[in-house]
């Protein structure tokens, strides 16, 4: 399978801060397969967004698959960060993982709409 | 996406197939009442994959059957339930009777479904019968694939589903099964996510949540437990009836019934509990996929070739091929270098290189016949289960004793050579091994011994099957084939020619026919199979003491050491094996019979002279028999000299089938290419006696058979 596995690029804070305009937040890309098999850099990733303190901003929309583990990561990340009175939010959603999340009753959670 | 089902279809009954011998052979080794766990696990594995294997290939009628009895293992695996006699012999017909079922599954057609129902509501009662055993009225939460409720049709259903933290490491996803369940109806799920800790503390790869589901739709519960038949010992799962619709089986979670009711729209997130509402998208179109049988046509044609056509190969003996073939490579790569800057000094390295080329090709060619030998427990395997089945039904005692059971020999010789040896060991149980009460009578342990051994010798493979029975009454034998007029009265012969009697056809000295053996059509067919593997089967027997058998075959049926002669311009071969010698004909030997046939007189034996030139209608150098050589042979018990111009080498020969490349022909068994290239052809040995005979009268054949002389 040569799809990209996992969670790709997030783009510089630094940059994006330089670049953009205050609120500052980060922006964090998911694409390709979140799966088990990336669920460890995913969380990997997400724990450095929780560090950042900063808001978050969620770019789904190039999820090809997503299983179990990957969304009980995603979520727990979203529990927290909630718990942090950091804003998260997304950007766009594939459908994929729209349904997925859905189907495991997570969407609300997620804040998927 | 088309994923061609029917090559894993094969696999999975390949690896069933091989689940059922396991569980056999740990059957046997368990004793009533014994708690070895290793084997009870061992034996419900097996039962479990081949279940799920069964649902998930859609042979609903496999993991139906075995669902039952890996019901009944769990019990016993839980030490719920002990292990007895009738439980160990009912998991034994089932094995016999899953088996049955894989072999229909493998070649289309109609299963006896009788056997599997009698046999499925004998393992349901057992089910039931000790109940007291164990407090729940129900074995497991859902386990109720035998109660009558397994096939009815509710509209809505409970599903808890708390899968147990490793379940996502094995490859489980429950976005995937959930999915599924989405297409059988409406599905709203709720999720528990109170034991979720936070991201630092998270383990990737542990399942920390849990679902309570309802689902709307007409389906069965088989349907639904079809979805999670994989997580079954990897989840606690219960699944309801709603109550609303029909009296519940549950055992807890009626108190949550009430909490499962779908609240159309979004209620208050709380964190804890979220109802969702997916629609259907594609209603019941899986499990009607699944529940298809595969019923084809052609059954017949297919049954008849169940010979497996995989092989599993040692990853050690592909390892070693590959490092001959890059031996082989380099060696190669040395001659062309030599061949390229030649001159005549450099012809000893030329000499030395072609020597290596030689052996690295022998060495190949042994490598290769090497991966199709598999060892003879394959063959052996299937034993401890006769023995089992045939002491219950003589009330004999038998005790079984393998040895040389990694003994290789070739895959083709195994699967022909399985039949044969079944025979000779029923033989062994039924006319060998006495009852306990005639053993202790002649002084004998009660329970008897039946021997299977295997080992090689020179190119052979022997294996003996020895029993310390009664051993074979000669005076009998010989009377019975008086009476059958196969032996003419007042005529002496040794022993082993009598024993050699006991495989002529129609020949049986058992006083009455059982449904083993005693029929006659035993030992003929046993000897004929034999040889058609160019194989030899002899007997010896002492009286009281018992009998032994010993089959010899040849290592491979694609190699065959054979002798090459001439008969005028052209080469024959003939195979090794049956040539008893070579001798130069003394004329005053010769009697010619009434311009019949010709006889030779080999020592005290008569034997019919074959003149390969007149078989084949060749030109030969001459036809004077003075001129020629005689290669005396044997094939079929049946002795001739066959005539030919001259011995040439005796070479280890390639064995290609005549049929294939090109029809079948009398007396001729296949062909080679030699060395020059030339195609040599190989002699069926007794088929070139018995085209010869065809001139020979009666009378004259029965002389010349030695029988009587």
Redesign the interface.
Known sequence: MAKKRGVVSASNPQKNAAEMATPVHAKLVLEGALDIAGAAELRERLLQALDGKQSVVVDAANVERVDTAALQVLTAFFKDAVAQNMDVRWQECSQVFKDAARLLGLHDTLAIH | MAIDMEQFKVTYIEESLEGLDNMESHLLNLEPGSRDEDAINTIFRAAHSIKGGGATFGFSNISEFTHVVETLLDQIRNGEREVTQQAIDLFLESVDCVRDMLATAQGGGQSDASRSTELKAQLDALLVSDENFQPDAHPMPGDSQASPDEQSIASEWNIRFKPFPGM??TGN????M??EL?ELGE?H???N?AE?????D?G??D???S?EATLKGQCTLEDIKEIFVWVEDECELVITAAPSLESSDSIDSKDRSTDDKPVSG?NG?S?HG???T?AAARPSSLPSENKSKPQNKTTAERRANAESSSIRVDIDKIDSLINMVGELVITQSMLSQLGEEFDIERLEKLRDGLGQLERNTRELQESVMRIRMIPISFAFNRFPRMIHDLCNKFGKKVQLKLSGESTELDKTVMEKIGDPLVHLVRNAMDHGIETPDKRAEAGKPETGTVHLNAFHQGGNIVIEITDDGAGINADKILKKAIQRGLVEEGIELSQARIHDLLFQPGFSTADEITDVSGRGVGMDVVRKNIQALGGTVDVQSTIGKGSKFTVRLPLTLAILDGQLVRVGDHTYIIPLVSIVESLQVHNKNVNAIAGKAELYKLRDEYIPIVRLYEAFHIEPDSRSLENGLLVVVEGDGQKAGLLVDDLLAQQQVVIKSLETNFRRVDGLSGATILGDGTVALILDVAGVIRVSQGRISHHDSINANGVAA
């Open positions: 996502l490491a996803d429950v976005v995937r959930f999915r989405a599905l799920t709720k999720v996510f979720l800790p936070a991201l630092t998270l990737v790869e399942c920390y949540l679902w979004i997130a964190d979220v109802n969702v997916t």
